[in-house]
């Protein structure tokens, strides 16, 4: 009889897949799903529900408690997929040694690990992260969150917002009339759901409120520290997808067009990229000479140092082998991207003009299945 493969989907940073409708990786489980299937493997995904902004070390106790709950049972193999902040969860929980509190020990469910996908995962670090660690900067990361979850949820955001945002976004204001102005911002946008919706999302954000440890965490110093002290487990393979999308330019706000909503939303993504770009030479991880290889472009060229997916820096992205570089933003590598054959059901949150495509999608999270599938398994799903 085939062993059952378990796949656990971690979310970054605000992560919301507690949040009911609001889907985080729903396009990533129903590919998984239908390729397993297509390979004649059984499998059963699992999506973390970790806290949102809490410490790496309690987002990486939510994910071994999350295991401990469904992987009772059965002996089969494990597979650990992390996006964003969800790789360095994954990352803690495996590190030989690691003590996450709370009387936990990993040491029965970590043994059955096989494989690490981290996604867009800020290895090195983001830039972003000294950016929101102020207390106005905690202010404009609620406004954004909430952006996001609006625009998944409704496909867009109020126009008025989005002009907004943009004009908060491209001119100098006091910090005290940027505070207020964010605050009406995140009333307004909290305002288009329904009463029992916005008590959801009052009652999320008040958990982002208790614990914002994280964004400390993701400053490049503090992931200097934290490598020093997480090994990779043996026995493990860790692979990571880097994201990289097109630096914000004149030509791509023309392409756009006259539309006020995807004006503001370019503004917005303009921002976070310019400010997600500055990556030291002194953090630049070292790649042997196949794994260099596939971290060049279509053109065969290496992604430069200001290269980001508008979120983290694309060389901060480098942990393990790199399973694959493509042209995405942040989100649209687990399936956030533009897609005008199905609009009603697929949202881009971001303009950001990377161009990918559901081809690449599916492209990319094809080899991700490979990588987490050796050819041996996948010749033979008894093989564990």
Known sequence: MSHL?????????????????????????????????????????HIVPSHPTASIRVRARDLLETIEQTARG????????????GGLDARLLLSPGVTLGDGLDP???????????TLATPHHGTPLASLFSSMLGARMLGVLSLFTLVS??????????????????????????????????????????????????VAFFAQVSSDQSLVAQLALEAMDLFNAGTLDRPGVRYG????????????????????????????LYSFLHGRSSQFPESRRPRLPGEQAERFRLADGTTPSLRSSDGIVPSWSQIWGEVIALVKADHLDVIGHFDDPANRGQHMDWLLSGSGFSREDFETTWRKVTDFCLPPAITRDADGF
């Open 152 to 201: 998944l949820r409704y496909g867009r955001v109020p126009l008025s917002v989005s002009l907004k945002l943009a004009s908060l976004l491209r001119r100098s204001r006091s910090n005290e009339r940027m505070a207020t102005l964010l605050d009406q911002l995140f009333t307004q946008l909290l305002g288009d759901f329904s009463q029992e919706r916005r008590q959801a999302l």
């Open 5 to 45: 493969h378990r796949i656990y989907l971690v979310p970054g940073f605000f992560g919301f897949a507690n949040l009911g409708e609001l889907v985080y990786f729903g396009h990533v489980r129903t590919f998984l799903e239908r390729e397993f299937l297509r390979r004649e493997i059984p499998v059963e995904l």
């Open 107 to 117: 040491t029965p469910w970590v043994g059955r690990v096989r494989s690490l996908v």
């Open 240 to 267: 990571c997808v880097i994201t990289r999308a097109e630096p914000p330019s004149l030509r791509a706000r023309m392409s756009i067009g006259v539309s006020p909503y995807g004006q503001g939303t370019y503004a």
């Open 74 to 85: 059965d002996d089969g193999p494990i597979h650990l997929i992390g996006h964003s902040t």
